[in-house]
């Protein structure tokens, strides 16, 4: 290292210690006020995705556990069905309007004001319990049917879907 | 150069900062804000710059899950982003930025008169000559002479900051104090 560069860097140390040692005051209360803002932000933010995850839980759920509402008799909204609607207008013809056979214990039940339908897997025999006659009788395979709920949630009729 | 408390103290308060604790990050500035500062001073010589980039460097803390370890100690850390700020900052005012070269600046104009030529003698006028000619290094010159020369850190530590190999801080300091002797004699030829 010549005589030059020994000068230089004695000259870049007076200059280090020439300058300041601390920011000013200022700079440390500016930082605080925007820590602390910056601070509540998070806290606030840090629910936005657990409640977001919530919310998608909570619609998926809905949409698998709520019974979805289907027209019956080919209209778009609910409609109301008596209990006299659905009963078998013949001995040959148990099946109701929209094809639903009527249930025994849903005799004496409130008048159907809003339908709603379920569609359900169910044993052969459990339909034939319900007194829906069915031409495959001792499969053991389930079979598809419509349960037939009142507004009070309670079963009313039965539907064979396939 | 930055102290080096040590790094589970710098860890623990991290965390708790990023958790929003204010007496963490009081802890924290206390310990570290002040070669941020020079830091930024140096390489900028403006105070209005080197004030923002202090606390954009502590806010900045706040996202703690960037400091890796592996990648150095918290004071290259936060050096490393202090040397962003700053060279954002000055490529934002670069065209305002008095520069040595520019025939019209401050520093240039006071060196060719011939009424201050006692006092450029001088030892505090030399310190400011001095101060002049690192801040009209070219950044890539400048950053390495501020925090191996006047923050004296090891080349390997300045090598993490900047992001480079060792032997181009090496050659970058070589070439830099070159230039600033240089620039040294310059203006001594002008006050003679």
Known sequence: ?????????????????????????????????EFRRRSAQQRRMAWLPAAGVGAIAAATLIFFLVPKQV??????APTAI????????????????????????????????????????MPVESLQLMGVAVSDAGSAEPVQADILLGQDGLARGVRLVQ | ????????????LLRLISAGNEGAFLAFYNRHHGPVYRFALQMSGKTEIAEEVTQDVFLAVMRSARYDRNRGSVPAFLYGIARNLVLRCLDRERPYLTLLDDPESEYTGRIADPRDLEHELSRNERIETLRKAVLA????????????????????????????????????????????????????????
């Open chain 1, 1 to 33: 290292m010549n005589q030059n560069e020994q000068e230089l860097l004695k000259d870049l140390r007076a200059l280090a210690d020439a300058d300041p040692r601390e920011a000013p005051a200022a700079v440390r209360e500016r930082s605080l006020v």
């Open chain 1, 71 to 76: 027209p019956t008799h080919g209209t778009d």
């Open chain 1, 82 to 121: 008596s209990n006299a609607a659905i009963q078998p207008s013949s001995a040959n013809a148990d099946e109701t309007d929209g094809g639903f056979y009527p249930l025994p214990e849903a005799e004496g039940l409130p008048p159907i004001e809003t339908a709603t339908v379920i569609r359900v897997q």
């Open chain 2, 1 to 12: 150069m930055l102290e080096s408390p040590s790094h589970s103290e710098d860890d623990e």
């Open chain 2, 137 to 192: 290094l070219p950044p890539a010159y400048r950053e390495v002479v501020v925090l191996c020369d006047l923050h004296e850190m090891d080349y390997l530590a300045a090598a993490g900051v900047i992001g480079c190999a060792v032997g181009t801080i090496r050659s970058r300091l070589h070439r830099a104090r070159a230039l600033l002797m240089e620039k040294m004699r310059a203006s001594e030829r002008c006050a003679v």
